[in-house]
Structures are given as structure tokens and as C-alpha cells.
């Protein structure tokens, strides 16, 4: 199956939270505190279990789809980011197997907002085939590809289907990398000898 990798694949031994500040030498952090939420959002979300409780930590809250198990959540960046590892944590400690998502697609910097009209027009990034191990809080994060990850300023998660439930219920994700270096114009002067 081209495009799907195998879940839990290395990563932070135990699932452990990075730091939450860059310190400018190239160490992953936990990019939740990079997220410009007024930019998110999330297609098919329940009205009590929004997509903001992903990045809050408690994963008996989290979030939930509505109507049926399928589930969009788009995610943008304050500026572009590296991904190396994703994080999936079971909603309320997997209590309801049958809910927790088993196909996950991710799309990076897709040109319009992605939508269930249109998503399966547009090939993913990566694909997860997730077990209720992979989403256990204790286990290591997922590995991205992470040569398709380094200038990502929006992510696109598409829960496409579950274990069998009704709806799909996630308790947290978790995304590790690191901001990209860019370069500010503006701290650059003129040198008088060039004048």
C-alpha cells in the first residue's frame, strides 16, 4: 500500500512532551504553542467535544465527530514548522475501542480548504493505519516522512474511518518538530562602503 507507514515507528521513548521553547539549536519541541487557532478548524466536529481540546492535554475531553465517524481537522501554523513525530492519544483512555480512528490521512499545505466533497481528490502527505496501541498515552509518536514535513504551515487530518463505532472520539495529538529559520530583511544594513 504506497503512501501508508506502519504506526508506532520510533520516536520520544514513552511519548513524552517536548519542551515547549525553541532553543535555537535545532531541538524538537511540542509546536501546539506555534497553532494559529483563529485560522483552525474542524468539519464534522460534536458541538461539546470541539477540536481546540486536542491541544489542551486531558485527553477525557477531546474531540468528537457528529454525524458519523469521519472527521477533518485542519490545523495552520503562525509560521512555517517541521514536523518529525504526531502524537495520537485515545479519547478518555481508549474507554470506547470501537470509536478510536484507524485510517488517518494527513495533507500538508493544501491550496484550499479541504472539505468531504472534495478530500479524496486530493492525494495525502502520509497515511496511518492506526491500532489501539498506537493511540495508548504511553506509546512512542508516530514518524512522518519527514523529508515531505519541512515547510508545513497548514495540516490537514482526515479521520476517514474507526474501529466500528457510530462516531469517532480522539483525546489529544500531539505534534513534535520545530520552527523553520527564516531570515528577517530587515535586520540586514547597508554597508557604507557600497554607497
Excluded: W
Amino acid at each position: 500500500m504506497d503512501g501508508i507507514m506502519p504506526a508506532g515507528l520510533g520516536g520520544m521513548p514513552g511519548g513524552g512532551a517536548m519542551p515547549d521553547a525553541e532553543k535555537g539549536d535545532g531541538t524538537m519541541i511540542d509546536l501546539s504553542s506555534k497553532i494559529e487557532t483563529s485560522e483552525c478548524y474542524a468539519r464534522n466536529q460534536a458541538p461539546g467535544f470541539p477540536m481546540t481540546n486536542l491541544f489542551i492535554g486531558d485527553s477525557r475531553l477531546g474531540c468528537k465527530s457528529d454525524a458519523d465517524e469521519q472527521l477533518i481537522i485542519h490545523i495552520s501554523f503562525q509560521e512555517f514548522v517541521k514536523i518529525k513525530t504526531i502524537k495520537f492519544v485515545a479519547f478518555n483512555n481508549g474507554e470506547n475501542p470501537e470509536e478510536n480512528p484507524t485510517t488517518v490521512k494527513l495533507y500538508v499545505n493544501s491550496a484550499n480548504p479541504l472539505g468531504f466533497e472534495d478530500i479524496d481528490d486530493v492525494d495525502p502527505t502520509q497515511v496511518f493505519e492506526l491500532t489501539s496501541e498506537d493511540l495508548r498515552e504511553s506509546s512512542d509518536p508516530l514518524m512522518t516522512k519527514f523529508v515531505k514535513f519541512q515547510r508545513v504551515r497548514t495540516l490537514t487530518i482526515f479521520i476517514e474511518d474507526n474501529q466500528g463505532g457510530d462516531v469517532t472520539a480522539l483525546g489529544s495529538i500531539r505534534l513534535i518538530g520545530r520552527t523553520c529559520a527564516t531570515t528577517n530583511m530587515s535586520d540586514f544594513k547597508k554597508n557604507p562602503n557600497e554607497m
